[in-house]
């Protein structure tokens, strides 16, 4: 199981960036997805999450109406899309996958996600 996050860089306050994460070695049909953060001094935050099979979606309060998570199943990269970015938004941000799906209608906890990409960095500027 490989997981690869990209697509971070340097942008202005409320500009956007997407955030890819290629996996390999298990069907984002069966396994699910989540985005996570951390920022310098801080813990690791759950962002975002996507089911496996059904697609169902979570996004925690500070980036809801902001970010969308989705799922290319055929060429199996799971998107963050980051609209509206602000300076709080700047971490470090990891993808990871959780062989047992997700939990529904909460925020996504680093230990339940038993595999991980390296992190791609995301500044936003003031």
């Known amino acids: 199981v490989q997981l690869q996050a990209s697509g971070g860089g340097l942008v202005q306050s409320g500009g956007s960036l997407r955030l890819s994460c290629a996996v390999s070695?298990?069907?984002?049909?069966?396994?699910?997805v989540g985005w996570f953060r951390q920022a310098p001094g801080k813990g690791r935050e759950g962002v975002s999450c996507?089911?496996?099979?059904?697609?169902?979606?979570h996004y925690a309060d500070s980036v809801k109406g902001r970010f969308t998570i989705s799922k290319d199943t055929a060429n199996n990269i799971v998107y963050l899309q980051m609209d509206r970015l602000r300076p709080e938004d700047t971490a470090v941000y990891y993808c990871?996958?959780?062989?047992?799906?997700?939990?529904?209608?909460?925020?996504?906890?680093?230990?339940?996600?038993?595999?991980w990409g390296q992190g791609t960095q995301v500044t936003v500027s003031s």
């Open positions: 990871a996958a959780n062989p047992y799906g997700t939990a529904y209608g909460r925020d996504p906890l680093p230990s339940e996600y038993d595999y």
């Open positions: 070695g298990f069907s984002l049909e069966s396994y699910g």
């Open positions: 996507i089911s496996s099979a059904d697609r169902i979606s």
